[in-house]
């Protein structure tokens, strides 16, 4: 499960490129019904990953999935990494389990508001950049996940 990490940030970005390309030709309820499902997917991605760590023993509760790097000056060399440790998964859990509770309370609360795609857009982005923020293993991650939201 912890190969799957990259699903966690997937589902609600391929949420907020479905929407923002595709959202004018679909009906409001089916935009806010693609929205909640990228965002329950992430739910179920984070709660894998905080099953799987559950049985790891303590000392192996922490892992760093590396991506790429960033930028390398040198010696000194920043990572696109996210690390996956109890807190980042609970904090995970929390961030799309209420996203998925206010997409869902959304769907009939906006229904009659203009440029409602838009809205789900940037509710899926936000889960995305808060995701960013409390997964990412370096000052760099965190930054870009706080300008994000």
């Known amino acids: 499960m912890l ?3 990259w699903l966690l940030f997937a589902f ?3 949420g907020a490129l479905i929407i923002l390309f ?3 030709w679909m009906s409001q309820k089916v935009v806010g019904w693609v929205a909640s499902a990228a965002v329950l997917g992430a739910f179920l991605v984070a709660a894998g990953l905080y099953l799987s760590l559950v049985g790891l023993p303590a000392e192996e509760r922490s892992v760093t999935v590396t991506w790429w790097d960033w930028m390398t000056i040198g010696s000194f060399h920043v990572p696109a990494a996210v690390l996956i440790d109890p807190l980042s998964t609970v904090m995970a859990l929390v961030v799309t389990g209420v996203g998925f509770l206010i997409h869902v309370y959304s769907i009939g609360y906006m229904d009659h508001e203009k440029r409602y795609q838009r809205y789900f857009f940037y509710l899926n982005f ?3 950049a808060m995701l960013v923020l ?3 293993n370096n ?3 965190m930054f870009v ?3 994000g939201v």
């Open 3 to 5: 190969d799957s990490v």
């Open 12 to 14: 609600p970005a391929l």
């Open 22 to 24: 595709a959202g004018r």
């Open 126 to 128: 936000f889960i995305l």
């Open 134 to 136: 409390v997964m990412s």
């Open 139 to 141: 000052f760099l991650g």
């Open 145 to 147: 996940g706080w300008e």
